[in-house]
């Protein structure tokens, strides 16, 4: 599954792309913190790209994130859900160590 930061970013509407409810989304995330989220905290397997969000052009990055498996089964049971791997990767971004201690940049 593909996300980009906007979708996860708490200074967005939904209009703009955000994807989770705002008091579950973190301030201005970078696709490097999503990528490293989504390896350390999570446990799953993801890739980096240089592509641009559609919505917003000068927003650049977006991570792949491998969410099921090849024969169809998830590789966490508990995030079977788009929305709760969002929320998942919002809650890791927000403890990433390069955060401050209230999860801003």
């Not at 979708?7 to 994807?19: E, F, H, L, N, P």
């Not at 999570?42 to 927003?59: I, N, P, T, V």
């Amino acid at each position: 599954v593909v996300v980009y930061p906007p979708y996860i970013d708490a200074a967005r509407s939904v209009a703009k792309g955000r994807r989770i409810a705002r008091e579950d989304a973190v301030e201005h995330p970078h696709a490097l913190e999503v990528a490293d989220a989504c390896e350390r905290a999570l446990g799953m397997r993801c890739e980096l790209e240089d592509k641009a969000y559609s919505r917003d052009f000068w927003c650049r990055g977006r991570v792949r994130v491998e969410w099921k498996r090849d024969d169809g089964s998830f590789v966490r049971e508990e995030l079977n859900t788009r929305g709760k791997l969002l929320r998942a990767i919002a809650a890791a971004v927000k403890a990433h160590p390069e955060r401050g201690e209230n999860g801003k940049p």
